[in-house]
């Protein structure tokens, strides 16, 4: 996983949306088979529901294969364009072929960057007067069953960090958020010329080295603090391999690339021979960091946390019970920071596997989740490679007992989403117009399985599908229960929304207008894109039966059969129009004493709400003419137009220039938050300008804030006009 996704603008598991569920039932399959049997006394297929329990029944047995499959994915550390992840892929796709599955391999060549050199060296000034160079290596742990590969593991860096040297007096920004920056300058702390010292959370680590930049530090340190990795930092706690938590010298590695896909090519495909910007060019676009960083461990963070004087940090500041003070400096602490990095381009390879619809071959419903990992990617991300592969485990088995789906399914399993989900953006930039006119929808799983717990984000009209499924699915920890039944207990007990840039659901969504699914089980975990996210994490801590992996695997694939197979599309847009009336409602406070109306979004809004309501009654309607004798003389192309209206709805709330400064994201409804990656923003181009008209509270910047309710307005107006599928 590229970033970790922290969703607002969530709808309840519990309940339905309002108009229910658009789904064919069982019932009405089962009456149309009695009518057919007895009216032209021939057998009527098995009915499409059977399938979907035959899919599910095939569960609980698998898990040893789910384990096998990890196991090998996971035997040696894979990053994106080295020969061991190549080899990951050649096993995906003899894999897929192996279930009868067309399956083959597209690749490219994109520009990843690779760790040459990196040195951090701490000076104390007197009266200690001493000097600290970090090893900056990650230990192996004891009987490590991988230490004969651990030599391949990559010295730990940040993917696309900025080449060069910074030196100066060390400042602790905490998670490195805007408001950190705030609460320093409010204290009197200049950061500028520093390098600063921020602790991983909260936010996405490209956007700490960004706001570091923007408050003038020339180099961040960013490191893993105990408080929130290793067990809260508490004396006698235990790290993997005797418990769940991070080494203290473990470290998390990853992108600081702010955009998607390979950035020497915005917006068009990476072959070898295409143009490519420069690295300057690259630069201007705003990207890629313009101040080198590095990642180090909670110990090494803790060194340098005790080097630092002048204020008290605030307590919610402050590190775990065992650790020293936290203060903010700057200094008397003093940092060297060097790191040269290589750019080189390499090739990725993206593979596939297809079944074939059987009366709609051009309408595609996508599973996807990435391969590549920083080291052995246990959980991130090949507990959602082995759970795509169970999934097709299944089908394939379902295809030799006679069944094919309605619609096309395909299998995609990506490369170098850690860089920027480089992969899948690649495909999607290549396939753009064939995947704006066809694709269903899209359904991503990155790291299946970390924990207890499921956990989805969808676009709204997918919800009833989701819960439908679960429902379906025995709870893994409880089998008294079903998933959706724990769900609907737990603590969080939503449905999020995509708006992140966390995973390649991103160039569906927030760059064509595909509806799309993430689930997961479980969350965020301690060893996160680490060397200690192995196969031994997983069966001690993650998963240690496989049950999880397998209800992963069967909600995602009774959610394909339900979009591949099912007739009517089963999407419900007045969950949506729902949706957008309470995301709406959040503005009603910041804009009330300025002169900004919010009367043309909920017209729009109302606009949405009846057109949802009437294809909902069209469909129904059908469905309820099909049980007299007439039923015969359906018309089929009806049926592909009301599909078609439902398909192509999400496409209307995208817009060509995209979000302001960000035009690659073009979904005017969810996009992530300016300074946030990981954060999921309803209408994020309404809340891009309501933040700067506040800092800049003039005429012009509350004006820009009218105009972009006028613009998503438009776009929801769009999105009730392809739903009425009538011309104005």
């Known amino acids: 996983m590229l970033k970790k996704t922290t969703t607002t603008g969530t709808a309840a598991v519990a309940g339905t949306g309002r108009g229910g569920a658009v789904i064919s039932s069982t019932t009405t399959l089962l009456l149309i088979a009695t009518f057919l049997s007895i009216l032209l006394l021939t057998t009527y297929p098995t009915p499409k529901s059977t399938y979907h329990s035959l899919y599910t029944s095939l569960s609980f047995s698998d898990n040893t294969t789910i384990s096998q499959n990890l196991f090998t994915l996971t035997r040696r550390p894979h990053v994106a364009g080295t020969p061991a992840n190549a080899d990951t892929a050649t096993y995906v796709l003899s894999t897929l072929s192996s279930y009868s599955l067309n399956s083959h391999i597209t690749s490219y060549q994109v520009s990843l960057t690779y760790p040459l050199s990196r040195t951090l060296t701490l000076r104390r000034p007197p009266p200690y007067d001493t000097s600290t160079t970090f090893n900056l290596h990650q230990e192996i742990y004891a009987d490590d069953p991988y230490a004969d590969v651990a030599g391949e593991v990559l010295p730990s860096f940040h993917a696309y960090a900025k080449s060069g040297t910074a030196v100066g007096q060390v400042v602790y920004v905490n998670y490195g958020r805007v408001e950190d920056y705030d609460t320093l300058k409010a204290m009197g702390v200049n950061v500028s010329g520093t390098v600063a010292l921020a602790r991983y959370g909260k936010i996405y680590r490209g956007d700490i080295i960004r706001q570091a930049y923007e408050a003038g530090a020339v180099g961040v340190v960013v490191f893993s603090d105990a408080k929130d990795f290793g067990g809260g930092g508490n004396e006698g706690a235990r790290y993997f391999p005797d418990d769940k938590w991070m080494p203290p010298s473990g470290v998390q590695v990853g992108s600081v690339y702010g955009g998607a896909g390979d950035p020497t090519t915005p917006g068009w495909t990476s072959t070898s021979d295409c143009e490519r910007l420069s690295v300057d060019e690259v630069e201007m676009l705003g990207d890629v960091p313009l101040i080198p960083s590095l990642p180090v461990s909670a110990a090494d963070g803790d060194a340098i946390i005790r080097s630092i004087g002048g204020q008290v940090a605030k307590d919610d500041w402050q590190g775990g019970m065992n650790a020293p003070v936290y203060r903010v400096g700057p200094g008397p602490g003093f940092l060297n920071l060097s790191y040269t990095g290589n750019q080189v381009v390499s090739t990725i390879h993206n593979v596939f596997a297809v079944i074939e619809g059987a009366e709609e071959p051009d309408r595609f419903v996508l599973l996807g989740n990435h391969r590549d990992a920083w080291t052995f990617g246990a959980v991130d991300p090949n507990s959602g490679t082995a759970a795509l592969l169970e999934v097709a485990r299944r089908l394939g088995k379902l295809m030799k007992r006679g069944w094919r789906p309605r619609r096309t399914i395909i299998f995609c399993n990506w490369d170098a989403e850690e860089y920027g989900l480089v992969g899948s953006t690649e495909w999607v930039e290549e396939n753009r117009e064939m995947l704006a006119s066809r694709v269903v929808a899209y359904l991503n799983v990155d790291c299946a399985v970390s924990a207890a717990g499921f956990h989805a984000s969808a676009t709204p009209q997918l919800d009833e599908l989701l819960k439908q499924a679960a429902q379906q699915v025995q709870d893994p920890d409880n ?250």
């Open 479 to 728: 089998s008294s229960q079903t998933v959706y039944d724990s769900w609907i207990s737990s603590d969080d007990p939503k449905i999020g929304r995509l708006g992140g840039g966390g995973s390649d659901y991103a160039p569906f969504l927030q760059h064509v207008g595909v509806p799309s699914v993430d689930m997961s089980y479980g969350g965020e975990y301690p060893v996160y894109h680490s060397m200690y996210d192995d196969f031994i994490w997983m069966k001690k801590f993650g998963d240690p039966m496989f049950h999880r992996h397998v209800a992963v695997a069967s909600i995602w694939g009774l959610v394909a059969l339900g979009l591949a197979d099912e007739e009517f599309l089963p999407f419900n847009y007045l969950s949506y129009a729902q949706e957008l009336q309470e995301s709406a409602k959040e503005f009603e406070d910041k804009v009330s004493s300025k002169v900004i109306s919010l009367v043309p979004l909920y017209k729009s809004i109302d606009k949405l709400e009846k057109a949802a309501i009437k294809i909902n009654n069209h469909i129904k309607e059908i469905k309820e003419r099909r049980v007299w004798p007439s039923f015969w003389k359906r018309n089929h192309l009806e049926v592909r137009e009301l599909n078609d209206r439902l398909m192509m709805a999400e496409r209307a709330f995208t817009d060509r220039d995209g979000l302001l400064g960000r035009s690659w994201y073009k979904h005017l409804i969810y996009g992530p938050s300016k300074n946030n990656d990981y954060g999921s923003k309803s209408f994020p181009g309404i809340d891009d300008a309501i933040e700067k008209a506040k800092i800049l509270n003039s005429v012009e910047s509350w004006h820009s804030v009218q105009h972009e309710i006028w613009r998503v307005a438009r776009v929801v107006t769009d999105a009730s006009l392809v739903l009425g599928g009538v011309l104005t």
